[in-house]
């Protein structure tokens, strides 16, 4: 407790020493907190023993406490610097003195003396502080930044982004889209593909999007999407979307855990959509879709991969490595005041959906198929029991954007682009410092910047407890967003709470700083802080004001734990 006692000491004593001139006074209390809480929490701990759970987060708290109270040294004495408040006007004053006054004259050059005086004895000072960042930190910094930074120089000074685009762009408006898309993760999804994006295709006000993706294993999915506004020159739009998996590693997660097992899917989806809006300024509006689902999921094909016979999620009552299909049929209504749909800066979004899904019967599984995984006939063949698989999800989202700046956009224009791209190309410790001025902090945090928020809670309800399918559960993983932990949950009821920091780097690229939270239950009245968890991370998301392409993150859960995002989803729905 009294290292947590003394070392909130060191705000106050730290703006105190921003707002004048830093004495050796203050530098030895902070350096004496930084080595006072590493010695007394270590002692603590030794005392203790470091065995347990808690003493060890002790433990990193107080180091990276620590840590953060050696980072303020170098913006306490870089204060220094900068005059405080009243010295400019004194000087001034002294500066319109009358001639004849030579006593006032005397006694400001005495105050320029006495203050030469304390500026060479604290000079000493600051060359000991400002060492280790001038001749440690900068280059080592600048060693990291260079492979990154030169490949950036080059692309903006040869304007590659702007070439790059043009070449994925076609036609006489600009309507078509054709570029690749790839994950280069190592193994089974490594992917190679293509995106083709076409507006007006074959009539006014429609929208074309094909993309089919080939994988390292030889799995392929594809998805094709059309969308049509004004149909029949009224308010209604509608939309045909169909997908295919040949996915040989698919999964399939026990509710309530992480815990996997490997199931191909096979399975074809399609979907129909229909809408329109429900008031003159189309904030509100109404969807109806329905689907027809063609699940095929079966036995692994490699003998290594295990197989879930156990009660606790059945065979026979989920539909495991069986098939059959599923008819969704869904009701949203939405609100959406965005000033951009996919990089929006303003206004807000809700969403409420409820579906219920028809469920046919199990075709079964044979106890021969079973045998050839698990080397024994012990178990009767697993046939549908006549129970009732159909189910009920619900889904809330709810979005909103704070856009705080004095620019009317978000965005950067080309121009602002080309100035920005120096401060990260050139990267430069005194620089960085005089962001964080008190005078400059304002702007570096609150110019052209948005906070997000993002709401979501969803939920299953079965018509007979035990039986809907497997894939009824939804999904926590990267996409809910939980973008720190690289494995995804399965669960009746969850709930999430997303928040991100955005701000413009370049004309097509942002900066995110994101912190997510995420709760889940076995039931909706079971909610439990055992079951809470965090992620939190940054990236960089690249983008056209009207069109969403891809972000490449890093997510973090905790002090451990690193997931890299790297997709053409966007964060939030």
Not at 173 to 196: A, C, E, Q, R
């Amino acid at each position: 407790m009294g290292g947590t006692d003394r070392m909130a000491k060191i705000v106050p004593i730290t703006r105190m020493a921003i707002g004048n001139r830093v004495s050796l006074l203050t530098i030895l209390l902070i350096s004496e907190n930084i080595v006072y809480n590493i010695i007394i929490n270590c002692f603590m701990m030794n005392r203790m023993g470091v065995n347990t759970t808690m003493h060890k987060r002790l433990g990193k708290v107080c180091l990276l406490r620590a840590l953060f109270a050696l980072l303020l040294l170098p913006c306490v004495v870089h204060a220094e610097d900068a005059p405080a408040p009243g010295d400019s006007a004194q000087v001034d004053s002294a500066a319109v003195a009358a001639p004849a006054d030579s006593a006032q004259v005397d006694s400001t050059a005495a105050d320029t003396s006495q203050a030469a005086q304390e500026e060479q004895s604290s000079g000493g000072w600051k060359r000991i502080f400002y060492w280790p960042f001038e001749h440690i930190v900068q280059p080592v910094l600048n060693g990291v930044v260079y492979p990154i930074a030169a490949p950036i120089r080059y692309a903006f000074d040869n304007g590659v982004i702007e070439t790059a685009v043009d070449m994925i762009t076609f036609g006489e408006k600009k309507n078509v889209l054709l570029y690749p898309i790839m994950n280069l993760k190592p193994g089974n999804s490594t992917m190679l593909g293509f995106t083709y994006r076409h507006r007006s295709v074959f009539l006014n006000k429609d929208y074309l999007v094909v993309s089919p993706q080939y994988f390292a294993n030889g799995d392929f999915y594809g998805d094709l999407r059309y969308t049509k506004h004004e149909l029949f020159g009224t308010r209604l739009f509608g939309g045909l979307r169909m997908r295919q998996y040949l996915d040989r590693d698919g999964v399939f997660i026990i509710p309530g855990t992480k815990e996997s097992f490997v199931m191909p899917d096979s399975s074809t989806y399609i979907d129909l959509r229909t809408g329109f809006p429900l008031t003159e300024d189309g904030r509100w509006s109404l969807e109806f879709s329905g689907s027809v689902e063609f699940i095929d999921r079966s036995l692994p094909e490699k003998a290594q991969d295990s197989i879930l016979v156990d009660p606790k999620f059945d065979i026979s009552g989920r539909g495991l490595y069986q098939k059959f299909r599923q008819y969704p049929l869904k009701m949203t209504l939405l609100y959406d005041n965005l000033d951009f749909p996919f990089t929006p800066s303003r206004g807000s979004r809700m969403e409420l959906g409820v579906r219920y899904v028809f469920v046919s019967d199990y075709d079964g599984l044979s106890n021969d198929d079973v045998a050839k995984m698990i080397g024994h006939n012990r178990f009767a063949d697993v046939s549908d029991k006549g129970l009732n698989h159909d189910y009920i999800r619900t889904d809330l989202m709810l979005q909103h954007y704070f856009y705080f700046g004095k620019a009317e956009t978000f965005h950067f224009s080309k121009k602002e682009a080309r100035l920005n791209r120096r401060f990260y190309t050139d990267f430069n410790w005194d620089a960085a410092l005089r962001m964080w001025r008190p005078e400059n902090v304002r702007e570096t945090l609150f110019e052209r910047r948005v906070i997000a928020l993002q709401y979501r809670l969803v939920d299953i309800w079965e018509m007979e407890q035990g039986s809907a399918s497997f894939d009824a559960f939804p999904f926590i993983g990267t996409r809910f967003p939980m973008r720190g932990y690289k494995d995804s949950w399965a669960a009746r009821h969850v709930m999430s709470l997303s928040a991100e920091y955005r701000w413009p780097i370049d004309y097509y690229v942002d900066g995110v700083l994101f912190d997510e939270y995420m709760m889940h239950a076995p039931g909706f009245t079971d909610w439990s802080f055992k079951r809470f968890y965090n992620s939190w991370g940054f990236g960089v998301r690249v983008r056209r004001p009207d069109m969403y392409w891809f972000r490449v993150q890093l997510g973090f859960h905790g002090l451990h734990g690193v997931n890299l995002v790297l997709t053409i989803a966007p964060e939030f729905r």
